[in-house]
Protein backbone atom coordinates (compact mmCIF):
# COMPACT_ATOMS: atom_id res chain seq x y z
CA UNK A 1 0.00 0.00 0.00
CA UNK A 2 2.87 2.39 1.13
CA UNK A 3 4.78 2.00 -2.15
CA UNK A 4 1.48 2.49 -3.96
CA UNK A 5 0.80 5.85 -2.54
CA UNK A 6 4.48 6.76 -3.31
CA UNK A 7 4.37 5.84 -6.82
CA UNK A 8 1.37 7.83 -7.50
CA UNK A 9 2.80 10.78 -5.06
CA UNK A 10 5.66 10.70 -7.77
CA UNK A 11 3.42 10.70 -10.95
CA UNK A 12 1.71 13.66 -9.29
CA UNK A 13 4.79 15.70 -8.57
CA UNK A 14 5.47 15.09 -12.32
CA UNK A 15 2.85 15.84 -13.85
CA UNK A 16 2.84 19.24 -11.59
CA UNK A 17 6.26 19.69 -13.21
CA UNK A 18 5.35 19.12 -16.63
CA UNK A 19 2.71 21.85 -16.61
CA UNK A 20 4.50 24.01 -15.38
CA UNK A 21 7.40 23.33 -18.06
CA UNK A 22 4.56 23.95 -20.58
CA UNK A 23 3.19 27.17 -19.12
CA UNK A 24 6.94 28.70 -18.67
CA UNK A 25 7.78 27.73 -22.41
CA UNK A 26 4.18 30.30 -23.14
CA UNK A 27 5.88 32.93 -22.03
CA UNK A 28 8.81 33.80 -24.54
CA UNK A 29 10.30 36.81 -23.79
CA UNK A 30 8.79 39.55 -26.45
CA UNK A 31 11.11 42.84 -27.62
CA UNK A 32 9.90 46.18 -26.95
CA UNK A 33 7.21 47.35 -28.96
CA UNK A 34 9.39 49.47 -31.04
CA UNK A 35 11.45 46.61 -31.97
CA UNK A 36 8.50 44.06 -32.60
CA UNK A 37 6.79 45.60 -35.76
CA UNK A 38 5.84 41.44 -36.11
CA UNK A 39 3.11 42.01 -33.38
CA UNK A 40 1.50 44.81 -34.87
CA UNK A 41 -1.90 44.39 -33.09
CA UNK A 42 -0.12 44.10 -29.32
CA UNK A 43 -0.97 45.83 -26.47
CA UNK A 44 1.18 44.59 -23.93
CA UNK A 45 4.19 46.59 -24.80
CA UNK A 46 2.68 50.62 -25.35
CA UNK A 47 4.61 53.30 -27.03
CA UNK A 48 2.83 56.16 -24.92
CA UNK A 49 3.05 56.80 -21.62
CA UNK A 50 -0.43 57.25 -21.37
CA UNK A 51 -0.62 53.27 -22.83
CA UNK A 52 2.66 52.47 -19.89
CA UNK A 53 0.77 53.54 -17.37
CA UNK A 54 -2.30 51.47 -18.19
CA UNK A 55 0.04 47.93 -18.76
CA UNK A 56 1.61 48.92 -15.15
CA UNK A 57 -2.03 48.80 -13.80
CA UNK A 58 -2.45 45.63 -16.10
CA UNK A 59 0.38 44.37 -14.33
CA UNK A 60 -0.08 44.81 -10.89
CA UNK A 61 -4.03 43.73 -11.21
CA UNK A 62 -2.48 40.75 -13.13
CA UNK A 63 0.10 39.62 -10.65
CA UNK A 64 -2.23 40.11 -7.49
CA UNK A 65 -4.29 38.34 -9.00
CA UNK A 66 -1.37 35.16 -9.31
CA UNK A 67 -0.96 35.80 -5.36
CA UNK A 68 -4.54 35.25 -4.95
CA UNK A 69 -5.04 32.15 -7.00
CA UNK A 70 -1.48 30.32 -5.76
CA UNK A 71 -2.35 31.39 -1.80
CA UNK A 72 -6.01 29.95 -2.56
CA UNK A 73 -4.93 26.66 -3.79
CA UNK A 74 -1.90 25.80 -1.18
CA UNK A 75 -4.20 26.39 1.58
CA UNK A 76 -6.93 24.57 0.14
CA UNK A 77 -4.36 20.96 -1.28
CA UNK A 78 -3.16 21.43 1.69
CA UNK A 79 -6.03 21.09 3.43
CA UNK A 80 -7.22 18.41 1.03
CA UNK A 81 -4.03 16.43 1.64
CA UNK A 82 -3.50 17.02 5.15
CA UNK A 83 -6.74 16.68 6.44
CA UNK A 84 -8.20 14.13 4.27
CA UNK A 85 -10.09 11.32 5.74
CA UNK A 86 -8.43 8.35 6.86
CA UNK A 87 -9.74 4.31 7.79
CA UNK A 88 -10.97 4.07 11.03
CA UNK A 89 -11.42 8.11 11.56
CA UNK A 90 -13.18 9.38 13.76
CA UNK A 91 -15.72 12.38 13.24
CA UNK A 92 -13.86 15.55 13.63
CA UNK A 93 -14.61 18.22 16.09
CA UNK A 94 -17.42 20.09 15.12
CA UNK A 95 -17.05 23.82 15.40
CA UNK A 96 -19.25 26.57 14.47
CA UNK A 97 -18.13 30.38 13.25
CA UNK A 98 -14.58 31.45 14.24
CA UNK A 99 -14.58 35.36 14.88
CA UNK A 100 -10.72 35.68 14.88
CA UNK A 101 -11.05 33.98 11.20
CA UNK A 102 -13.93 35.96 9.80
CA UNK A 103 -12.54 39.13 10.36
CA UNK A 104 -8.81 37.93 8.86
CA UNK A 105 -10.96 36.69 5.43
CA UNK A 106 -12.68 40.45 5.69
CA UNK A 107 -9.82 42.53 6.30
CA UNK A 108 -7.40 40.70 3.81
CA UNK A 109 -9.76 40.79 0.41
CA UNK A 110 -10.79 44.55 1.14
CA UNK A 111 -6.42 45.33 1.55
CA UNK A 112 -6.37 43.86 -1.93
CA UNK A 113 -9.25 45.60 -3.48
CA UNK A 114 -7.97 49.17 -2.30
CA UNK A 115 -4.23 48.45 -3.82
CA UNK A 116 -6.52 47.43 -7.20
CA UNK A 117 -9.04 50.59 -6.48
CA UNK A 118 -6.71 53.69 -5.71
CA UNK A 119 -4.61 53.04 -8.53
CA UNK A 120 -6.95 52.51 -11.04
CA UNK A 121 -9.29 55.30 -9.90
CA UNK A 122 -6.49 57.65 -10.05
CA UNK A 123 -5.19 56.19 -13.75
CA UNK A 124 -9.25 56.91 -14.90
CA UNK A 125 -8.82 60.54 -13.54
CA UNK A 126 -5.21 60.71 -15.41
CA UNK A 127 -6.83 59.49 -18.79
CA UNK A 128 -9.73 61.68 -18.33
CA UNK A 129 -7.31 65.11 -17.81
CA UNK A 130 -7.89 68.03 -20.09
CA UNK A 131 -4.40 68.05 -22.55
CA UNK A 132 -1.45 69.97 -22.79
CA UNK A 133 -2.06 73.59 -24.19
CA UNK A 134 0.42 72.43 -27.04
CA UNK A 135 -1.59 69.50 -28.36
CA UNK A 136 -2.41 68.12 -31.88
CA UNK A 137 -5.82 68.46 -31.87
CA UNK A 138 -7.52 65.91 -34.42
CA UNK A 139 -10.86 65.62 -34.90
CA UNK A 140 -11.80 61.82 -35.52
CA UNK A 141 -15.31 61.12 -37.55
CA UNK A 142 -16.41 57.57 -37.56
CA UNK A 143 -18.26 56.23 -40.85
CA UNK A 144 -19.88 53.24 -42.22
CA UNK A 145 -17.00 51.71 -42.98
CA UNK A 146 -13.88 54.65 -42.92
CA UNK A 147 -12.28 57.15 -40.73
CA UNK A 148 -12.22 60.72 -41.51
CA UNK A 149 -9.35 63.30 -39.68
CA UNK A 150 -9.87 66.87 -39.64
CA UNK A 151 -6.83 69.03 -38.28
CA UNK A 152 -9.07 71.98 -37.32
CA UNK A 153 -6.36 74.53 -36.41
CA UNK A 154 -4.23 73.02 -39.80
CA UNK A 155 -7.34 73.43 -42.33
CA UNK A 156 -6.40 69.64 -43.53
CA UNK A 157 -8.98 66.89 -43.79
CA UNK A 158 -7.69 63.08 -44.72
CA UNK A 159 -8.83 59.83 -44.10
CA UNK A 160 -7.87 56.70 -43.04
CA UNK A 161 -4.58 57.79 -42.41
CA UNK A 162 -3.36 59.89 -39.28
CA UNK A 163 -0.56 61.68 -38.71
CA UNK A 164 1.43 62.75 -35.45
CA UNK A 165 4.35 63.82 -33.90
CA UNK A 166 6.39 61.81 -31.55
CA UNK A 167 6.74 63.38 -28.25
CA UNK A 168 3.95 65.41 -28.29
CA UNK A 169 0.48 64.93 -27.29
CA UNK A 170 -2.17 64.72 -29.71
CA UNK A 171 -6.12 65.21 -28.77
CA UNK A 172 -8.48 62.46 -30.70
CA UNK A 173 -11.78 64.55 -30.31
CA UNK A 174 -13.78 61.31 -31.20
CA UNK A 175 -17.07 61.47 -32.99
CA UNK A 176 -19.62 59.53 -35.81
CA UNK A 177 -21.57 60.63 -38.49
CA UNK A 178 -23.95 57.42 -38.13
CA UNK A 179 -23.86 54.73 -35.46
CA UNK A 180 -21.19 54.22 -33.02
CA UNK A 181 -17.71 52.99 -33.91
CA UNK A 182 -14.39 52.88 -31.30
CA UNK A 183 -11.05 54.08 -31.90
CA UNK A 184 -8.23 51.96 -30.97
CA UNK A 185 -4.54 51.87 -31.95
CA UNK A 186 -3.09 48.90 -29.71
CA UNK A 187 0.45 49.63 -29.44
CA UNK A 188 -0.30 53.46 -28.10
CA UNK A 189 -3.24 53.08 -25.37
CA UNK A 190 -6.78 52.10 -24.60
CA UNK A 191 -9.95 51.88 -26.74
CA UNK A 192 -12.74 54.45 -26.49
CA UNK A 193 -16.15 54.41 -27.99
CA UNK A 194 -17.08 56.49 -31.14
CA UNK A 195 -20.57 57.98 -30.43
CA UNK A 196 -22.92 60.01 -32.74
CA UNK A 197 -24.09 63.46 -31.46
CA UNK A 198 -21.63 63.01 -28.34
CA UNK A 199 -17.80 64.18 -27.95
CA UNK A 200 -14.87 61.95 -26.38
CA UNK A 201 -11.72 62.58 -26.38
CA UNK A 202 -8.62 60.45 -25.86
CA UNK A 203 -5.27 62.24 -25.47
CA UNK A 204 -2.40 60.11 -26.47
CA UNK A 205 1.70 60.87 -26.54
CA UNK A 206 3.16 58.48 -29.22
CA UNK A 207 6.70 58.33 -28.32
CA UNK A 208 8.14 55.57 -31.02
CA UNK A 209 8.30 57.18 -34.77
CA UNK A 210 6.85 54.41 -37.02
CA UNK A 211 3.42 53.29 -38.60
CA UNK A 212 1.19 52.01 -36.61
CA UNK A 213 -2.25 50.01 -37.16
CA UNK A 214 -5.83 50.37 -35.77
CA UNK A 215 -9.16 49.29 -35.76
CA UNK A 216 -12.21 49.73 -35.14
CA UNK A 217 -13.41 47.69 -32.40
CA UNK A 218 -16.99 48.41 -31.55
CA UNK A 219 -18.99 46.23 -34.25
CA UNK A 220 -20.71 48.47 -36.83
CA UNK A 221 -21.94 46.37 -39.38
CA UNK A 222 -20.72 43.77 -42.10
CA UNK A 223 -17.32 45.33 -42.79
CA UNK A 224 -16.50 46.48 -39.12
CA UNK A 225 -13.51 43.89 -39.62
CA UNK A 226 -12.47 46.04 -42.59
CA UNK A 227 -12.46 49.87 -40.81
CA UNK A 228 -8.69 49.73 -40.36
CA UNK A 229 -6.88 52.48 -40.07
CA UNK A 230 -2.98 53.58 -39.99
CA UNK A 231 -1.06 56.18 -37.79
CA UNK A 232 2.24 57.74 -39.14
CA UNK A 233 4.63 58.84 -35.86
CA UNK A 234 6.98 61.36 -37.82
CA UNK A 235 10.22 61.69 -35.41
CA UNK A 236 9.79 65.17 -35.08
CA UNK A 237 7.70 68.80 -35.82
CA UNK A 238 9.60 69.83 -38.79
CA UNK A 239 9.40 66.45 -40.67
CA UNK A 240 5.70 66.41 -39.60
CA UNK A 241 5.58 70.02 -40.35
CA UNK A 242 6.57 68.98 -44.45
CA UNK A 243 3.67 66.86 -44.31
CA UNK A 244 1.17 68.99 -43.25
CA UNK A 245 2.55 71.67 -46.00
CA UNK A 246 1.99 68.97 -48.67
CA UNK A 247 -1.67 68.09 -47.68
CA UNK A 248 -2.39 71.97 -47.29
CA UNK A 249 -1.43 72.37 -51.11
CA UNK A 250 -4.48 72.27 -53.43
CA UNK A 251 -4.60 69.14 -55.32
CA UNK A 252 -1.88 68.74 -58.28
CA UNK A 253 -3.18 70.05 -61.45
CA UNK A 254 -3.94 67.52 -63.66
CA UNK A 255 -1.15 67.27 -66.67
CA UNK A 256 -1.60 65.64 -70.22
CA UNK A 257 -1.50 62.27 -69.31
CA UNK A 258 -3.87 62.62 -66.15
CA UNK A 259 -6.68 64.96 -67.81
CA UNK A 260 -8.81 61.88 -68.73
CA UNK A 261 -8.93 60.90 -65.25
CA UNK A 262 -9.55 64.44 -63.64
CA UNK A 263 -12.48 64.84 -65.90
CA UNK A 264 -14.40 62.00 -64.93
CA UNK A 265 -12.91 62.66 -60.94
CA UNK A 266 -14.58 66.12 -60.85
CA UNK A 267 -17.43 65.12 -62.74
CA UNK A 268 -18.75 61.60 -61.87
CA UNK A 269 -16.65 61.30 -58.60
CA UNK A 270 -17.38 64.93 -57.45
CA UNK A 271 -21.16 63.56 -56.46
CA UNK A 272 -19.39 61.73 -53.04
CA UNK A 273 -16.02 63.16 -53.28
CA UNK A 274 -13.98 66.07 -52.55
CA UNK A 275 -10.87 67.10 -54.60
CA UNK A 276 -9.25 70.52 -52.99
CA UNK A 277 -8.97 72.84 -55.66
CA UNK A 278 -10.87 71.43 -58.41
CA UNK A 279 -14.90 71.68 -58.70
CA UNK A 280 -15.25 67.85 -57.36
CA UNK A 281 -16.95 69.05 -53.24
CA UNK A 282 -18.72 66.07 -52.40
CA UNK A 283 -19.26 65.16 -48.57
CA UNK A 284 -20.30 61.30 -48.72
CA UNK A 285 -17.37 59.36 -49.29
CA UNK A 286 -13.60 60.29 -47.85
CA UNK A 287 -11.67 63.74 -49.21
CA UNK A 288 -9.35 62.75 -52.20
CA UNK A 289 -7.34 65.73 -52.40
CA UNK A 290 -3.94 64.14 -51.42
CA UNK A 291 -5.09 60.47 -52.30
CA UNK A 292 -2.09 59.61 -53.68
CA UNK A 293 0.08 60.08 -50.50
CA UNK A 294 -2.12 57.50 -48.53
CA UNK A 295 -0.74 54.33 -48.03
CA UNK A 296 -4.05 51.94 -48.38
CA UNK A 297 -7.19 51.90 -50.07
CA UNK A 298 -10.75 50.86 -49.13
CA UNK A 299 -9.78 52.00 -45.20
CA UNK A 300 -6.79 49.62 -45.03
CA UNK A 301 -7.89 46.78 -46.88
CA UNK A 302 -6.11 46.82 -49.80
CA UNK A 303 -1.98 48.86 -49.99
CA UNK A 304 -2.49 51.53 -52.43
CA UNK A 305 -1.59 49.80 -55.67
CA UNK A 306 -2.31 51.02 -58.86
CA UNK A 307 -3.74 47.39 -59.34
CA UNK A 308 -5.74 47.31 -56.20
CA UNK A 309 -6.95 51.07 -57.14
CA UNK A 310 -8.34 49.49 -60.05
CA UNK A 311 -9.25 47.16 -58.71
CA UNK A 312 -11.87 48.87 -56.02
CA UNK A 313 -12.96 51.57 -58.78
CA UNK A 314 -13.90 48.78 -61.46
CA UNK A 315 -16.25 47.28 -58.69
CA UNK A 316 -16.31 48.61 -55.25
CA UNK A 317 -19.05 46.03 -53.90
CA UNK A 318 -16.72 42.80 -55.02
CA UNK A 319 -14.28 44.03 -52.96
CA UNK A 320 -16.03 45.49 -50.19
CA UNK A 321 -19.70 44.19 -50.02
CA UNK A 322 -22.13 46.86 -48.35
CA UNK A 323 -20.09 49.95 -48.57
CA UNK A 324 -21.74 53.29 -50.09
CA UNK A 325 -19.36 53.39 -53.13
CA UNK A 326 -21.71 52.50 -56.08
CA UNK A 327 -20.37 50.39 -59.16
CA UNK A 328 -20.06 53.19 -61.88
CA UNK A 329 -19.67 50.80 -64.94
CA UNK A 330 -16.26 52.42 -66.04
CA UNK A 331 -14.96 51.35 -69.27
CA UNK A 332 -11.53 49.81 -68.30
CA UNK A 333 -10.00 52.30 -70.11
CA UNK A 334 -11.84 54.99 -67.73
CA UNK A 335 -10.94 52.71 -64.67
CA UNK A 336 -7.69 53.20 -66.13
CA UNK A 337 -7.27 56.64 -66.49
CA UNK A 338 -9.48 57.66 -62.71
CA UNK A 339 -6.64 55.21 -61.10
CA UNK A 340 -3.53 57.34 -62.76
CA UNK A 341 -5.28 60.37 -62.01
CA UNK A 342 -5.86 59.96 -58.05
CA UNK A 343 -2.50 58.42 -57.65
CA UNK A 344 -0.91 61.48 -58.70
CA UNK A 345 -2.62 63.25 -56.11
CA UNK A 346 0.36 63.02 -53.80
CU1 LIG B 1 -16.86 50.93 -37.17
CU2 LIG B 1 -16.84 48.74 -36.28
Known sequence: MAGFLSSRHRLLTVGVVV???????GCRSLPFAADAPEIPMTTVYPT???GVEIQNLYNLIFWLSVFVFVAVNAVMFYAIYRFRARPGDRLPEQTHG???LEIAWTIAPAVVLAIMGVPTITTIFRAAAPPP???LKVSVVGHQ?????QYPDLNITTANEVHVVAGRTTSFELTSADIIHSFWFPK???KLDVVPNHLNVLNVTPEVPGVYYGQCVEFCGTQHANMKMRAVVHANQAEFDAWARSQQAPAVAATQATQAGAQIATTTCAACHTIGGTTAAGKIGPDLTHFGSRLTVAAGMLDNTPENLARW???PQAVKPGNKMPNLNLTE???ADVTAYLLSLK
Open 19 to 25: LLALALA
Open 48 to 50: SPE
Open 98 to 100: NNR
Open 133 to 135: ANA
Open 145 to 149: WWWEF
Open 188 to 190: WTG
Open 313 to 315: IQD
Open 333 to 335: QQV
